[in-house]
Every structure is written in structure tokens, then in C-alpha cells.
């Protein structure tokens, strides 16, 4: 059974740092695409980057410049460095791929979510 386990989240102040990791478990053959959502209270879930296995990124505008995604394909992980961190990224961030693994088709997988709060 696949399993998405992100681990990072917490408390920070304004123009901090902090860096969420996910790590993919279980008999996988292939990860596609991973990338990090959030959900902020009372909001849709949205985007905030995501990453090909051949390296391509994409990212909400909100976040360009600030912060960046990245991923160890040799151990099913992807990272997100998030800098320069505004009150207005506290969310409930998600990791998400797009999985094929033993005795599946491709599918979409989920974390269970990590808070992120940025807060003086």
C-alpha cells in the first residue's frame, strides 16, 4: 500500500524559513508528477508547486521567488523550501503524486497534511 508521509510543518515567524519534506512509501514502480498543495481556512486547496520526475517545475505566483520545490527520485521524496515566509502562507500544506505502483494503475495519492503557521 502507498503511503504519503510529509514531515517540516510548524510555527514561524514572518520572513522565516521553514522546509517541508514527503516521503513515498510502498512497492512503487514509478512516480510522475509530485507537488505541494495547501488549504488556508475557509479557502479552496490550491497549488503551490509541483515538480515532473524529469525535473520540470511549476509554481502558484504567490510563491515564486520565495519558494522551491525539489525531489530525490532515488528516495521517493520531494522537498519544498519555503523562504521569505508571509502570514498569508498559513495553510495546511499537502503533499500529492501521481503513482503507479504494484498491482495498481496510475493513481493519485495524498498526505495526510502538515500545518504551517506564520505568525509574530
Known amino acids: 500500500q502507498v503511503q504519503l508521509v510529509e514531515s517540516g510543518g510548524g510555527l514561524v515567524q514572518p520572513g522565516g524559513s521553514l522546509r517541508l519534506s514527503c516521503a513515498a512509501s510502498?512497492?512503487?514502480?514509478?512516480?510522475?508528477?509530485m507537488g505541494w498543495y495547501r488549504q488556508a481556512p475557509g479557502k479552496e486547496r490550491e497549488l503551490v508547486a509541483r515538480?515532473?520526475?524529469?525535473?520540470?517545475?511549476n509554481y502558484a505566483d504567490s510563491v515564486k521567488g520565495r519558494f522551491t520545490i525539489s525531489r530525490d527520485n532515488a528516495k521517493n521524496t520531494v522537498y519544498l523550501q519555503m523562504n521569505s515566509m508571509k502570514p498569508e502562507d498559513t495553510a495546511v500544506y499537502y503533499c500529492?503524486?501521481?503513482?503507479?505502483?504494484?498491482?495498481?494503475?496510475?493513481?493519485?495519492?495524498w498526505g495526510q497534511g502538515t500545518q504551517v503557521t506564520v505568525s509574530s
Open positions: 510502498g512497492r512503487i514502480f514509478r512516480i510522475n508528477v
Open positions: 515538480t515532473s520526475s524529469g525535473g520540470s517545475t
Open positions: 500529492n503524486a501521481d503513482i503507479w505502483a504494484e498491482y495498481s494503475s496510475v493513481k493519485d495519492y
